[in-house]
């Protein structure tokens, strides 16, 4: 028997259970398409410790990686909110 996957409703509030990650995953929500950079600047908080808990709501299925695009010889990764719509289907 093979274990159930994740439901919508554990993921989310895994991905609300760090108020970062919850006020990161807000903003996404809320607009158009952000990288980790614009959420910590957003947010007052280390690019890096941002780009860990993107990571993370990336990994659980709550946003997706929309566009990655050249920016001051980095790659900048714009995310998205997924649309829950698709899921519960």
Known sequence: ???HPASID???AKAMSYSPRAQALTLIAEGTACSPAALAGALGLDVRHVAYHVRV?????????VDARQRRGAVEHLYGAVDRASDEG
């Open 1 to 3: 028997m093979r274990p």
């Open 10 to 12: 554990q993921r989310l």
């Open 57 to 65: 709501l990336h990994k659980l299925g709550c946003i997706e990686l």
